[in-house]
């Protein structure tokens, strides 16, 4: 079984930072494109940033030049660096991952359980 965990949310002022993790555990064979997406009760989950296996990154316009997605591969780990947080990154932060299991062909996708972010004024 396959496990997507992340960590770090909270409440944050609005100009300040967070930084979220999201550790995958299980029979992993290999991590491929990792990401993170947010969700506003009542709207859709929508992308923040991703990141492939060689370290190509992309954003949503709402966050460039503020977020910064990195990952770990020999940790199994994805990051999401969060600075001059508005108050519209208020959300719930899903981690996302594409990936080989150990004994399965194929590509799986995982999403985690979600973290909140809560920014204040």
């Known amino acids: 079984q396959v496990q997507l965990v992340e960590s770090g949310g909270g409440l944050a002022q609005a100009g300040g930072s967070l930084r979220l993790s999201c550790v995958a555990s299980g029979m992993i064979f290999r991590l491929d494109a990792m990401g993170w997406y947010r969700q506003v009760s009542g709207k859709q989950r929508e992308l923040v940033a991703t990141?492939?296996?060689?370290?190509?990154?992309n954003y949503a316009d709402s966050v460039k030049g503020r977020f910064t997605i990195s990952r770990d591969n020999v940790k199994n780990t994805v990051y999401l660096q969060m600075n001059s947080l508005k108050l519209e990154d208020t959300a719930v932060y899903y981690c996302?991952?594409?990936?080989?299991?150990?004994?399965?062909?194929?590509?799986?996708?995982?999403w985690g359980q979600g973290t909140q972010v809560t920014v204040s004024s």
């Open positions: 996302n991952a594409d990936l080989i299991q150990g004994g399965k062909p194929g590509i799986y996708n995982y």
């Open positions: 990141i492939t296996r060689g370290d190509s990154t």
